[in-house]
């Protein structure tokens, strides 16, 4: 199937859920209510030109994510209608290029919560949460002209988001949060180690004490890895949260990770809704119930308020700024590009 990809002349006010920027921040893809996703160049002097349009799904989209350039000019977007469908972008007629879909997985019993694709070094991997409570992780054949099911945990909770950490130098974990507003008795945060040395698939939770949160989270995401010893994950929820995990060896010369209580930044009583870093790992961007943006910056080792941004402020922060944020913010509290 090859999508219809032109551009397209619609001026339709719709709810977008989510947006994207590739690795290089010079394309942005944005999906949306009316069940299409949309490709944007970002041009030399900061503007948007809509290039390309996928109609992806036959439900609103809610998410969408960029595989690195490394493998192909490949999208991802999840739905409403349970689907995840991979997307590859190939040569069309008159040096046109179109949108392909490669695949569509229909695993999941309820609708699709969030989708990433891992970092280069960890191969091309799809990780995936839905609301029915299970977690599924998925690789391309040999082919890479179709994609099948490598691992999957059903973790009976609703799912809320995935990230993938960034660290080539440290042990692969896969972080998954829930928004259940049930009193559950089990951890909203789920942190996955990847077993080494082992010829299947095989992950296994850590359980540590400072890794329990007992309330709804809306989002979650690891730090980019410039080298640290540790990895920073943050966390959205009642409050917004840093939680730091840095791999030690053990006595027994197992690794094992150091127990560091987890930081909350700020003082607002809004819950935390979504959160964005830039591509060092030192600033932290953050939505809030309270339609506001605040932006925190390490400084010292401590995280501090760089700046508050009302609703529907006019903000003179320019698109690149932008990018390094990857604006994945609330659509009720969005940057606007100058």
Same mark, same amino acid.
């Given at each position: 199937m090859v999508a219809e990809a032109s551009k397209p002349a619609s001026q339709l006010k719709v709810v977008i859920h989510d947006l994207a920027f590739d690795f290089h921040g010079r394309r942005m893809a944005t999906c949306d209510s009316n069940e299409i996703v949309r490709i944007y160049e970002v041009t030399d002097d900061d503007q948007l030109i809509e290039k390309d349009y996928i109609r992806a799904h036959k439900a609103a989209v809610w998410k969408v994510t960029w595989a690195h350039p490394e493998f192909g000019s490949i999208?991802?977007?999840c739905s409403f209608d349970k689907y995840i469908h991979v997307w590859e972008e190939i040569a069309g007629d008159? *040096?046109? !290029?179109?949108?392909? $879909?490669?695949?569509? @997985?229909?695993?999941?019993? &309820?609708?699709? !919560?969030?989708? @990433?694709?891992?970092p280069k070094h960890f191969g091309l991997c799809l990780a995936s949460v839905n609301h029915s409570g299970t977690v599924f992780q998925y690789i391309p054949d040999d082919d890479c002209n179709s994609w099948k099911k490598l691992w999957d945990d059903d973790l009976k909770m609703s799912l809320s988001s995935v990230s993938w950490s960034q660290s080539s130098l440290h042990p692969q974990l896969l972080a998954v949060a829930s928004d259940s507003n049930e009193a559950l008795t089990? &951890?909203?945060?789920?942190?996955?180690?990847?077993?080494?040395? *082992?010829?299947?698939q095989s992950w296994k939770k850590l359980a540590y004490d400072f890794l329990l949160m007992h309330t709804a989270i809306n989002d979650l995401c690891f730090a980019p890895d410039v080298g640290r010893s540790y $990895?920073?994950?943050?966390?959205a929820s009642a409050q917004l949260m840093i939680f730091t995990l840095k791999p030690v060896k053990s006595q027994n010369d197992d690794l094992v990770y150091r127990n560091?209580?987890?930081?909350?930044?700020?003082? &607002?009583?809004?819950?935390?809704w979504r959160?964005?870093? *830039?591509?060092?790992?030192?600033?932290?961007?953050?939505s809030y119930n309270d339609e506001h943006i605040r932006i925190f910056q390490n400084i010292n080792c401590k995280w501090h308020v760089k700046k508050t941004i009302p609703p529907d402020a006019s903000v003179p922060m320019q698109l690149t700024f932008q990018r390094e944020l990857s604006a994945?913010? *609330?659509?009720k509290s969005t940057f606007k590009p100058v």
């Open positions: 999208l991802a977007t008159d *040096n046109k !290029t179109v949108w392909k $879909q490669v695949d569509k @997985r229909v695993d999941s019993y &309820s609708f699709v !919560t969030d989708i @990433r694709f891992a089990k &951890s909203k945060l789920i942190v996955y180690e990847k077993i080494k040395h *082992n010829v299947k $990895q920073h994950l943050a966390v560091i209580a987890p930081e909350l930044l700020g003082d &607002s009583k809004a819950p935390a959160v964005s870093w *830039n591509v060092t790992g030192t600033v932290l961007a953050a994945s913010m *609330n659509s």
